[in-house]
């Protein structure tokens, strides 16, 4: 079970006013998933303090998180055996994503 303090968990309300749905995604179970349209990110707390990214946003694959790779000079979102193109409109909501909870994650500290 992730205990969170009060702080942390103020920063994840003011993500989910934001438009940010909380979500849990099983295999992460030390942190909290955060998703907004097809875009997910894992938060970890950090301790006394606030909230971190705990690696990279992705895009998910039907409905699970993903990894970015890159094959024969194509960019991929791999879970599993399915995949779809990295094209630059999925890359650019991900990188929306990623700059705005960022933003969340500095204002609330």
């Known amino acids: 079970m992730l205990e969170l303090s009060p702080k942390q968990i103020g920063i994840l309300e003011k993500i989910?006013?934001?438009?940010?749905?909380?979500?849990?995604?099983?295999?992460?179970?030390?942190?909290?998933?955060?998703?907004?349209?097809?875009?997910?990110?894992?938060?970890?707390?950090?301790?006394?303090?606030?909230?971190r990214l705990l690696g990279?946003?992705?895009?998910?694959?039907?409905?699970?998180?993903?990894?970015?790779?890159?094959?024969?000079?194509?960019?991929f979102y791999v879970w599993k055996k399915q995949?779809?193109?990295a094209t630059a409109e999925r890359l650019a909501e991900v990188g929306a994503l990623r700059r705005e909870l960022?933003?969340?994650l500095t204002t609330v500290a």
């Open 16 to 51: 989910a006013a934001n438009g940010f749905a909380i979500v849990a995604f099983p295999l992460y179970a030390s942190a909290v998933g955060v998703r907004k349209g097809n875009c997910a990110a894992l938060l970890t707390p950090v301790p006394n303090s606030g909230m």
């Open 56 to 75: 990279d946003p992705c895009w998910l694959v039907n409905g699970n998180l993903s990894v970015r790779v890159q094959r024969g000079g194509v960019g």
């Open 83 to 85: 995949e779809v193109e």
């Open 102 to 104: 960022e933003d969340l």
